[in-house]
């Protein structure tokens, strides 16, 4: 492989080459020019060898009176390319240590691309997931000798590549890897050739990267050229559980990322229609095409490490509206100029012909067909996703949150007014998340509208949308929530015009919007009804209290009578340090009437099993009571969660979430809050055995007592300490229910002053157990 080198003129002295002079006197310059005319323009031995010490001073002289300019940096050509090279160059650059050839692994069969989950992609690029290692091999022009030879990697994606916002990346050499990292290790070496194990942080920006290689020894520095062949697609990693689009179901991966044929479903609550769709996500050309639309939107690379930002970026550009996106939406009926929606079948020949025509937006699409693409790039980007059906979806021009009707004076629609409207079918998309920007509990399934209705932000596009913010009724969280509750859960409300031009409030429809939420099921063809995830059963209470949360924020909050009074607190407390794993969790909730009246409040609550991104895992208990209040009376109701319902739910942190709401009777008063809590694990004791010196033995006792009222299996303890051991891995094995466990390490220590030992425990049933102890180490004497 071609490489451009450096080394100064300067330095050949120095590695003894040539020797040392001083070519600044007061005579140097007379000297040189009677030497030349002396010799008539030829060019003595004196002459040539000061030419090669300093040749900005003494330049050669061509036959035709035009001077070459010699540059200070040495350009290694590669002998293919016919490059001739004078003698002392050819022996500095045989010096070098250079980079001859990459290989990246690329195969589809290869380990990094089964590894990955991209062996499916028609592509012979290495497309690799973020958060997870690659494998490569580097032959370079001599043995790599790490005493003396340094190494790294660059990696460059977007128009302007910079290091502080990620897009220009410099991969050090390291002894070991370390997760969360951008870092390369030697994992293997033949001859001259070396194999590297590359890390990459579970935030790296998405894209396509430039590779290049950089290497530097005693005598200079090389640089690999640029090979297209060798560029790196980076990819979002639902299998990692740093990347926050980690997705921890294997048969939800499946459907939502790897499956690339749908169901589409149309038509009315009554008769619902289903049409197959091809995504083919992993087609050849796709993923280039999909990584060219985020181009096309002029937004900076440095943003697309965050999915967020992507998925607001795809669902703007998957229409043409401001942004010359893939498809023009025409609802018109003629379609004379394209293509009918009605006739594709798939997402494949659109996005296809998007890239080749360079941007020119394809005609035509309507809301399944939009759906259908964002379906495909989202999950060719790594994202999982799935396109969604909501029957009589309503449409809110003015932020209402309602569906409003106007009526004249004579009961007929007032056309004009009537902006609002509810299709038949409407579908959009689900994407899966954490969303880090919003409060606990509101990652997971987002929804995304690529469809043009209205803007946001100046643009159309709609969402990420946490389906838990709309389900509560939570508007006031970004982005375009409010519009996505209106789609699925809004009123429908009639205004009849008065006398005097103003309009009241006749009669509201409170079942009409957001029936039947459809989209495919989980490794089946079948429909599965989804509306419990955007809003609690209709009718229900805590759907009302949802409503008339959402349309307070509205413009017109007056549709709905306001509370009388707010004369009633709701808070919850937590004992101490909080609940222990394998016990009853128990916390109190304090009501407080602050009225010289009696108080009635119906109390909903709802406890969740979260990731610690704040992703929703499961509902583990629902329950409803009725509380009465006497006048100025606080009231703290004691709440128990049972080992027996959260044990099997539990993941990572152990973290919950008690959802609260509730309305007083007597004021209409709405009453909602949250509380996030976790159960805490024991610690593993340590504690050191004899006495600690540099270079004698000694041990460590740790001690264990299992929590939980059930078998631990597997169980693997990890014990390391800097100046003390290296890190090692125990595999114990099981551990009964209830029971205590003491192992004992021998270790030597290496290095004296204060120490720490770390130890911690891992299983499928319990994480986060670990312990420390200080050892401090005396010098041998």
């Known amino acids: 492989m071609p490489v451009e080198t450096t080394h100064s003129i300067r330095d050949r002295s120095a590695v003894g080459r040539f020797p040392t002079v001083t070519l600044f006197g007061d005579d140097s310059d007379e000297e040189l020019e009677k030497e030349e005319e002396d010799n008539n323009g030829k060019e003595n031995g004196c002459q040539r060898w000061l030419r090669k010490v300093c040749p900005c001073c003494c330049p050669k002289t061509i036959d035709d009176d035009v001077t070459e300019t010699v540059e200070t940096a040495l350009e290694y050509t590669d002998k293919e390319e016919g490059g001739k090279l004078e003698p002392e160059t050819n022996e500095l650059n045989e010096l070098l240590l250079k980079v001859q050839s990459i290989d990246l692994m690329k195969s589809k069969s290869g380990q990094n691309r089964t590894e990955h989950h991209t062996d499916v992609y028609q592509s012979e690029n290495l497309i690799i997931r973020r958060g997870q290692t690659f494998q490569m091999w580097i032959t370079l022009s001599r043995a790599f000798d790490p005493s003396t030879d340094k190494l790294h990697l660059e990696l460059k994606t977007g128009s302007l590549p910079t290091v502080a916002k990620g897009t220009h990346v410099i991969i050090p050499l390291v002894e070991d890897l370390e997760d969360g990292r951008w870092e390369t290790a030697i994992v293997k070496k ?85 049409r197959t769709w091809n995504y083919g996500q992993f087609d050849d050309g796709i993923l280039d095409a999909c990584l060219f639309a985020l181009e096309k939107s002029g937004t900076p690379p440095s943003g697309w490490g965050d999915p967020v930002n992507v998925v607001r970026v795809i669902s703007a550009m998957v229409n043409a509206v401001d942004d010359q996106g893939v ?162 859960n809004s009123d429908k409300i009639y205004w009849q015009r008065k006398e005097d031009g103003t309009f009241s409030m006749i009669y509201s429809e409170k079942k009409t919007v957001g029936r039947f939420i ?25 759907e009302r209290i949802a409503v008339e949360t959402a349309c307070s924020y509205g413009s017109k909050a007056e549709a709905y009578t306001p509370p009388t009074a707010q004369d009633v ?79 099997d739910q539990l993941v990572d942190q152990a973290a919950l979430m008690l959802t609260l709401t509730g309305r007083v009777k007597e004021t209409q008063q709405v009453l909602a809050t949250q509380f996030s809590f976790r159960l805490r694990t024991p610690d593993l004791l340590i504690k050191p055995i004899g006495k600690a010196v540099v270079g004698e033995k000694m041990a460590a006792e740790i001690s264990f007592t299992n929590p939980l009222p ?69 010098e041998k004497k």
């Open 190 to 274: 033949d001859d001259k050739k070396i194999k590297l194990s590359v890390n990459s942080p579970p935030t790296a920006v998405i894209g396509q990267y430039q590779l290049t290689v950089e290497t530097d020894c005693p005598n200079g520095q090389a640089f690999s050229t640029h090979n297209p062949e060798n560029d790196v697609y980076i990819l979002f990693n639902p299998w990692c559980e740093d990347d926050t689009v980690f997705m921890d179901s294997e048969d939800e991966r499946k459907e939502y990322v790897m499956n690339d044929v749908g169901r589409m479903y149309y038509g009315t609550q009554d008769q619902i229609g289903v």
């Open 518 to 542: 459809s989209t495919k099921a989980v490794g089946s063809d079948q429909r599965t009804d989804i509306t419990l995830l955007y809003k609690h059963p209709e009718g229900s209470e805590q």
């Open 569 to 647: 607190s709701l808070e919850v407390t937590m004992d101490g340090e909080g609940p222990r794993m394998g016990k009853d969790a128990e916390l109190s909730i304090i009501l407080k009437n602050s009225s010289s009246e009696d108080r009635k409040v119906g109390l909903h609550s709802q406890v969740e099993v979260m990731y610690y991104t704040g992703v929703h895992k499961a509902t583990v208990r629902r329950d409803t009571v009725d509380v009465d209040l006497l006048p100025n009376e606080e009231k703290t109701l004691e709440w128990t969660l049972e080992y027996k319902d959260y044990k």
């Open 327 to 488: 498809l023009e939406g025409n609802w018109s009926g003629d379609y004379s100029k394209g293509t009918s929606p009605a006739l594709w079948s798939g997402s494949v020949e659109i996005l296809t012909e998007y890239h080749e025509k360079k941007g020119v937006s394809v005609k035509y699409g309507q809301c399944w067909i939009f759906a259908g693409v964002v379906t495909t790039v989202l999950r060719c980007l790594g994202i999982p996703s799935r396109p969604v059906t909501n029957f009589s979806s309503a449409h809110d021009t003015d932020v209402s949150l309602t569906t409003d009707i106007y009526l004249d004076e004579n009961m007929d629609p007032i056309e004009h007014f009537n902006t609002d409207s509810i299709w038949n079918f409407h579908v959009w998309n689900d994407c899966w998340m954490a969303r880090p920007d919003l409060p606990a509990g509101f990652g997971g399934w987002q929804a995304i509208d690529s469809t043009p209705q209205e803007t946001s932000q100046g643009t159309f596009r709609c969402g990420p949308a946490s389906l838990a913010a709309v389900r509560h009724g939570q508007v006031f969280l970004k982005h375009d929530t409010p519009f996505v509750f209106a789609e699925v």
């Open 710 to 778: 059930q078998v631990l299996k597997s169980v693997a303890f990890h014990l390391e300490g800097l100046g003390l051991l290296k890190a090692r891995k125990i595999h114990y094995g099981d551990i009964a229910s209830l029971a205590s466990v003491t192992l004992t390490e021998h270790f030597v220590p290496s290095l004296p002053g204060p120490r720490k030992l770390v130890a911690s425990l891992d299983c499928g049933q319990l994480t986060q157990v670990h312990g420390v102890s200080d050892i401090t180490v005396e």
